[in-house]
């Protein structure tokens, strides 16, 4: 079974444009969240979506948005770029979203974003 | 409010000795715990995680982690460290599982 995979794997932007990075669940999962992780810093949260809805929102500015399509892939959205926005982004899906559910995270292997 | 500090940013150990990277956390909750692995230019692969079952969790790879209240302490723990333990590794906490609340990583060196 194929893992969460995202595209693009590298992306070169210049500051003020705007991005798209991909990403497409395991089979089955219906729940995607965003993480952003700096150089040299854990993963922080950015969004998360189950069956089309935003369920989750992390402490990023109005320039960053997501949204799910009806087969559970997702696009993440950044606008007018700025340096520090470089980082790995990294989507991860589940199978369900349920407290306390057994069930884990899958991470994909992320977009490498560069922003000069 | 949930956090995670991981002491030691780097750790390096010799192949064959024991490996300890620690983690500390807040929870205003009882927490679920995590560990996970980060391979160069990869994504993260979960090791381990402790869902309020046995506080003693073991994982992939010869890990395991101990979950201590008290201590509010998850340290993760291997007997004998190889080559290809060498990476980084980052302890996480959630209260439902939809949140992740990452430290900021240890980068483990095996020393041949």
């Known amino acids: 079974d194929a893992g969460v995979t995202q595209s693009p794997t590298h992306l070169i932007k210049t500051r003020g444009q705007h991005v798209t990075l991909r990403c497409s669940p395991i089979s089955g999962h219906k729940s995607v969240s965003w993480y952003q992780q700096v150089l040299g810093q854990g993963p922080q949260f950015i969004f998360q979506?189950?069956?089309?809805?935003?369920?989750g929102r992390g402490n990023f500015p109005d320039r960053f948005s997501a949204r799910q399509f009806p087969n559970y892939s997702s696009e993440l959205n950044v606008n007018a770029l700025l340096l520090g926005d470089s980082a790995l982004y990294l989507c991860?899906?589940?199978?369900?979203?349920?407290?306390?559910?057994?069930?884990?995270?899958?991470f994909g292997s992320g977009t490498r974003l560069t922003v000069v | 409010a949930q956090s995670v500090t991981q002491l030691g940013s780097h750790v390096s150990v010799s192949e064959g000795a024991l490996v300890l990277l620690r983690c500390n956390y807040s929870s205003s909750v009882p927490p679920y715990l995590f560990w996970y692995v980060q391979y160069p230019n990869q994504g993260l692969q979960l090791l381990l995680k402790?869902?309020?079952?046995?506080?003693l969790v073991k994982g992939i790879n010869g890990f395991e982690a101990e979950f201590k209240k008290s201590e509010t302490s998850f340290h993760l723990t291997k007997p004998s460290a190889h080559m290809s333990d060498a990476a980084e590794y980052f302890c996480a906490v959630s209260n439902n599982f939809n949140k992740f609340y990452f430290g900021s990583g240890t980068k483990l060196n095996v020393k041949p």
């Open positions: 991860a899906s589940s199978l369900v979203l349920s407290q306390g559910s057994s069930y884990g995270y899958t």
């Open positions: 402790y869902t309020s079952a046995a506080t």
């Open positions: 979506y189950y069956e089309k809805e935003e369920r």
